[in-house]
Each structure stands twice: as structure tokens, then as C-alpha cells.
């Protein structure tokens, strides 16, 4: 048998015989790996993968405008009358598209399809590249009475028959004509997960430019525009075109009395566009969360090759007379190092399949961890660019470990080595390199620790922050109104208290707490958290400055349901919502925003004119609250100040937040017959609970707060086992002198100390490296990156605090073992 595959054999032996040199490897490696493969798969899928259903990316270029309500609440302008317009003005430029996903229920034969619902212009096929597989084109001069549904649907609905065209289907009660087939489209940004199961409703543009506009409707409709251009390199508008357009929009849309109304909210609210390529618009911030953490497990990575790097110098320098042996027999020192390099391959290769298949369980997992927050999810899977990386990782970290793993070996060296007894310290082994390493792996700790530290807090702070309320066992019931003249008539009237919308509501809640035994229906809407926002605003007559506010609804019971503390005066009674009257109440942001002078007490009684025409009498405060948080999950809360009104102004889905005793539990069924014989323009009935709105709000800053928290944790393990090894390495190799100290009369507590001053100067060394690039270079970094929070002192002090901690009982526990034991035994066996 030759010498290489000698060593290859000895190699795969040496798994099973030495494992306090493989299971360290094969374990260490093969996890962190896992961590390098798995981001690796996941950006090689979202930045380079051909995105499914849209050809054009190349062509593509995309538009945001959206109005600044405040430093964290931002909304689009974007109509489907608003895109046609802008799409004429600007049609030099290329052909202007858009498109809004949301959530769908599609009843096929009596089965509910979840389904993913697009409102899409008529050239988005077009503009996407999408392609339409058969029947009619989205290009339609009638679109209203059809839709088009995805390959999915068409396959999961109608086992896949061309006979389908021309058939109906019920969506929202409605009956629609199937027009055609299109691909499933995936690659669309949205804020929830895109199903491959669609159904698009298609407006045509030349029709909706003939309708009329509500102007002064922020929308938010369509999130983003979608251009299409002959190279994908247009130059997009900019914020002042933009605005020259707007302005000009409104005044051809708005008759002469509105105008200038609408122009001083316009001009009076902050603006910003925002060009990208469609990519970079689809993934938005996840392009920063993968640059963050492909540099953060790159860090693991190298933390874990030099500490294994320790423990095969370590490992090697105990086979300096074998080594001599060899290259006294004539062997180069470049064969001597491919043998090291075979003997070590099979535990190479080992860990990469423990990388890969630690790899293959986190993409799986994806879904369970991730939720909707990651786009194409089900497209990331283990590539060829994946594969390619571990057998590329393997072999340069094998050709590293082989090469310096004997670094230190010369010749002369090893003669001394073979003619001395091999009493104390080996000539071969001055230590140096594995002392540097140290150094450099404390301080590659200490930086990915104040990151890790800095950005936990962060999504600690964000998931549990005081809400200002408690939600208990609270629910949100979820109607859809199907007749769109019917969502007319309940918006119009003259008076909310005898209005048809207030007796429709007060039915739908009595309905609710006679089929729910002891239920009670809060308010009719939403509750104190939710997906929602209604925004809008109105000029303090004071200061004669516009105040942007959150409208929330009350009723009788809401503040003492959910605890939330009246500071002054008192909510308004269950008898004043029946008589209507015109009574409000404010939290603390609104009170200081139009009364900052005066105290809670004296704002009670206060009038607010919120009605920008005066149409309806000025609003009398009757209370004072506690601020509170409408939605969570984010570090940086919307801090708009609110105003609590009894006065409900129904849309297409209305909303009924319900309290059960605590344990019992609310479904869909319990409601659902009852809902469609009594209301048959119902549909849509939906039951999730507060808390589940917490946690999906709340599921990013988890995600984000659990994988920091683990890397956190390893990379202190990194640390801390990279730092014993090297002591146990130091301490065997001074077996012999410590066992000379301690047979002269030396203490157990001095050889200690003696040991903790060798590795003092290592420790201050890497720390304070690390320390000093830390502090520099993450407020450095965090400029460029939003998603870093602010640069804590305190956080950063308690870090090197506990690293130092870790590192002192990393050298004492392995030294502790080698001095405590039998001196004499040590002198024998030296």
C-alpha cells in the first residue's frame, strides 16, 4: 500500500479512533457550515435566481411615490386612475404597469381556494413578461365580469381542463366568467406570502381614465409602478416631476372650491420618490438582512476554522519525531503536508455532508421560522451554486489546515527533537502562530458580538414593548360586503345615529353575542391592535398647522376592557353614543399636540373642529387616555397621536372585536351559517385572535431576535472552546515544568495565576483589538446599514464584560484539570 493511501485509510480510522479531534471537527465545521450554506442558498435563490413568471426583469424598473405621514408611517399615492394618467404624461419613457396582491378566498364546487388575489392593469402581462397560456387575453375591453386564474388553481380546481373558459366562479358572492390561464406568477412584492394558487382582476386602463378620481384619497392601492423601458435603463422621474405632476392632476380633477384645500394638504405633507430595479424593489430590506448575515456567518466561519486550526496545530505538534523520522528518511516537506492533507480528508468530507444536510433541515424550516417575511420562499432550495461553495469551502479549508497545521517544521528542528529526551516544552512547538490566531479569533468574537448585543436589544425592545393595553382573550371577526351599491348606501347618510350603517353594525354585533355565549362585542371595529390604520388630518384653528392623527374607534366598555388608563375625565357613556353626540376622546400625543400648555385636567371640555369645511360641529373632549400602540413588531413605533370616536364609516370589510371569557376560544363556524342567512351580502368571515396578530406582527423581531440570540450563543461556544483548547494545548506541553514546580513545593493556586498571566497578554490583546474595531466600525457601518440600531455604550461594556468572564474560565478550567493532577505521574510519563 502506498504512503497516500496509507494516510487516506489512516484518515478514515482516525474518525472513529482519535474522536476528540474528529467529533470536534465534523460537529464544529459541519454546523457552521450549515449557517454559510443555508444564507448562501437563500441569496443565490432571491438575488440571482430567474424570477418565475416575470421574463422582463431585465427590462423593468419600478416607481414608488408615497406620502410621509410621519417618521414610520408612509403611503402610497397610487391608483389604478392615478397610473393611467401618470402613465400617459410619462409614456416616453416606456409602458407604465402595476399590480396589488392581496388575500383571496375562491369557492370552486363548494370548496374555499386560499388564493393569492392580483389587481393588475391590462398591459401587466405585457410589462411582467407573463405568459398567458390560453384562453383570452388580460387585454380584454370588458373586463369587468371575468377574471383569470394561475396554472395552480386551474390544476387544483379543475383537474386542468382547457373546458374551463367560460365557466363561473364565486368570488366575494359574486359570480365571474373564467377568461384565460396564466402562469403562476411568484415574483411580485408583497407583504404577505405570494401563493402559486391566483386569481387576477384586471382593470383596463383606457376605461378607469374616464372615471372619476377621488383626489384627495391618499389610496395606497398600488404600492409600487412598474416600468417597462426598451434597455431597463430609463431615467425615472424625479421627486419635482413628480410633483409638477401631481399638482397638475389635482387641478384637472378637483373642482374649483377643492383645490386649493387639496393643494395645502398636498403641499404640506412630505413627499418622497424612489426609483430601483424590480428586484431590488421586491426584496426591499431583505437585501440588507442577507448582506448582514452572510458577513456575520462568515465571521463564525472563520472563527471556527481557527479554532480548529488550534486544536490540528496542537494535534500535530505531538507528532514532531514522526515528522523528523520521515523527512530524515528523505521525504519533502511538501509530501509530508499532501499526506497530512489526505489523513485529514475524510473528516473534511464528513463535515460537508453535516453542512449540507444541517442546510437541507434550515430551508425546510424556512417557512415555520420565516413566516411571509422572506419573498420566494419556495423557490430557495440546495443549488448547484450551494454545492459548489461547500466543495469549494472544503478543499480551501483542507489545503489551509494541511499547510499551516506544520507550519513551524524545519529541519534543524526536528534533528534537536530527535535527539533530546523530549523533557518539557518541544523545541518544535514556540507557539506563536496559535497565539496569533487566538488573538485574532477574540477579536473577530468580540466584533460580531457588539452586532449580535446591539441588534438583539433591538428586536427585544420591538416584540416586547408596552403596548399601553392588555388584549386578553380578545378576537377580530372579519366581514366582506359583496354588493358594492350596498357599501354606497351604508356610507351615505346625514347622521351616524340613524344611519343604516349604525343599525347594520349594532345587527351584525347582537348576532355575534347571541350565537358566542358569553361574548361581547366591544366596538364594532377594529380593536386596540390591529393590521389596519386610518389615517387623516385637519388644521388646528389655533396654530394653523395641520395635524395628522390615527382614528380609532370606542365604545361604552372599550378603555376598562383592555386596561387602558384614563388620565383625565372619562370616556364617553353608552348613552351619549345612542343620542350621537359629537364627544371624543384624545390620548396624551393629542393632548400635547393642541394643548401643550395646559394640563389633562383643563383639556376636558375642549372643543377640536376636525371637520376641514366645517360641515359639522366641533367635537367636545370628554377624556384623556394613555397612548397606546395600534401595531407592533417595530423598533420605531407610530407615534401619531389619536382621537377616539364612536362614529363608524363602513367599508368593503368591516371588523368586530369580540371578548371571551379567558380559555374559551372563537371559530368561523360557530358564525358562519348564521352570518349568511341573516346577511347574505356577507362573505368572507374571518376569526383570528389579538394574539395571533401579535405574533404575525411581531414575527420578523422574533425571527430576528432568536437567530441573533443562537449566533450569539455560538459564537461565545467559538470562543470559549477555542480558548481551553489552546490552554490545554499549553498546559501539556508544560506538563513537565508545572510537575517540577509543584514536586518543589509550588501551591496550586500560584501555578494558576502563573498560567492566567501567560494568557493575560493574549487576552488584553484580542479584546482590545476587537474593542477598538468594534466601536469604530459598526457606528461606521450602521450609517450605511438602517436596519443597525444606535450604538450602545452600556450594551458593549456588558459584553466584553461576560467575553472576559469566558475567557478567564476558559483558561482556568483546562489549566485546573493538568495542575490538580499527580505530579509524580506527570514527571513518569514526561
Known sequence: MS????SLYQGIIRVFSLPRLSVPLILTLGLTLGAVLSVISISSTLLYQPLQGVKNEALL?????RFKMSDTLSVSYWNMNRL????????DLGEWAGVAPSEQDVVVNNT?????RYDASSNILSVLGSQLLFGDNVTLESTEQYVWISKSLWENAYAGVKSVIGKQITITNQQYIIAGVIEDVMAIKSTRAVLPQQVWFIANLAKVKTQTDSVGNISNDIDTLILKSANGQAQLPSQAQVDAWLEDYVTRNVDGDQVQMFMDFMNNTTKEAKGSSYRSNMLGETESLLIALFTAVIGLLLMATLNLLNLFIAHYQGRTKEFAIQLSLG???TKVRLLVLLENLPSFILAAITGLLVTGWAIKSLPLIAGDSLPMIDAISINSTTMLASIAIIFVLSALFSALALVDIDKQALGNNLNSSGKGIQAQSNQWLSRALMIVQLSIASILLTASVMIAMQSYQAVYQDTGYDIGNSYEIGVTVSDEEYITQLNTFDSYGKSEAKQFLDSISNLIEQEVSNSQVIIPNYGPLSDSLRVNAFRDEASGERVIHQIKTLGAEYFSTFNIPVLAGANVSQAQIDNDEDRIVIDENMAKTLFSNLSYQEVIGKTIQMSPDGSTPPSI?????????????SAETIDLPSVYSHRIRPGSTMQFTVMLPAGRTLTPAMLESEVKRQFPRLTNLTVQSLKDIWQRQTLNQRLSLWIVLAMTGLTLFLAAIGVAGLTQMTTNHRKYELAVRMATGAKQAKLVN????DALSM???GLGLGFIISVFGYQKISQSLEMLPDFNWLAMASLDAVLVIIVILSVIMPAWRVISSDPMQALREE
Open 3 to 6: 504512503l497516500f493511501k496509507k
Open 61 to 65: 424598473q419600478t416607481l414608488d411615490y
Open 84 to 91: 393611467a394618467d401618470f402613465g400617459e404624461k410619462f409614456s
Open 112 to 116: 374555499t381556494f386560499a388564493t393569492t
Open 331 to 333: 521525504a519533502s516537506l
Open 621 to 633: 373632549v370628554t377624556g384623556v387616555v394613555a397612548n397606546t400602540l395600534s401595531q407592533t413588531g
Open 754 to 757: 502563573f498560567i492566567l498571566k
Open 763 to 765: 487576552l488584553v490583546v
